[in-house]
Nanobody, 114 residues
């Protein structure tokens, strides 16, 4: 079955950086676009970034454009989210998700202190 394991979250000061990883299994990773979502307390889950199957096309929410970078390694079945210039409003649980499959991992908590 599809499994997604997010890692790399933590507590960081405003202006800091984190790199999230998502290890995927149970499907042909290289054939699926991948997404990062986040959900802040009391808010709906929102899409943060997406990457195409080969990694050549990426898209970002306006709120993270220029600060976050999504990438993938198809040999490792892993998608990454490099987050720079973090702000308190980036505090959320971050999740990865493949296209088509309605499956979510446990997420990884990112907390940015001011």
């Amino acid at each position: 079955q599809v499994q997604l394991v997010e890692s790399g979250g933590g507590l960081v000061q405003s202006g800091g950086s984190l790199r999230l990883s998502c290890a995927a299994s149970g499907f042909t990773f290289s054939l699926r676009a991948m997404y990062w979502y986040r959900q802040a307390p009391g808010k709906e889950r929102e899409m943060v970034a997406s990457v195409s199957t080969a990694g050549g096309t990426t898209n970002y929410a306006d709120s993270v454009k220029g600060r976050f970078t999504i990438s993938r390694d198809n040999a490792k079945n892993t998608v990454y989210l490099q987050m720079n210039s973090l702000q308190p409003e980036d505090t959320a649980v971050y999740y990865c998700k493949p296209s088509v499959y309605d499956v979510w991992g446990q997420g990884t908590q990112v907390t940015v202190s001011s």
